[in-house]
């Protein structure tokens, strides 16, 4: 029942049971506790997260798109979900961030 138990509201159900009543209407073989299913989970990827996802491919940022970066990345975390970056982009953006003060504080 894990999947019913944990996910129920996500899936848009009221309660665990209106989870499987719902689950029993569309798949023939019924509900099933013991069957591993898998959750998916969508969201929308704002233009601003595209350009952030943009920024953050490349090898190396410019100040002025760390900067952007920077700025992109506020936006998002005020606004949406803080989850639209991976981990690798969450780790590229702190490096390039850490970069450009070093290069900001030598200057």
Not at 20 to 43: A, T
Not at 59 to 78: D, F, G, H, M
Request: zero cysteines; glycine letters at 4%.
């Amino acid at each position: 029942m894990g999947h019913s138990q944990n996910y129920y509201l996500d899936e848009g159900a009221k309660s665990p049971e209106e989870f499987i009543e719902v689950w029993n209407k569309l798949h023939p073989k019924g509900f099933d506790p013991d069957q591993v299913v898998y959750f998916h989970k969508f969201r929308e990827l704002t233009p601003e997260t595209i350009q952030l996802k943009g920024l953050l491919s490349k090898p190396t940022l410019t100040q002025e798109e760390s900067r952007k970066a920077v700025s992109i990345a506020q936006t998002i975390y005020k606004t949406q979900s803080r989850n639209v970056l991976t981990a690798k982009e969450n780790i590229a953006l702190n490096t390039q961030v850490r970069k450009n003060l070093e290069k900001a504080m030598v200057s």
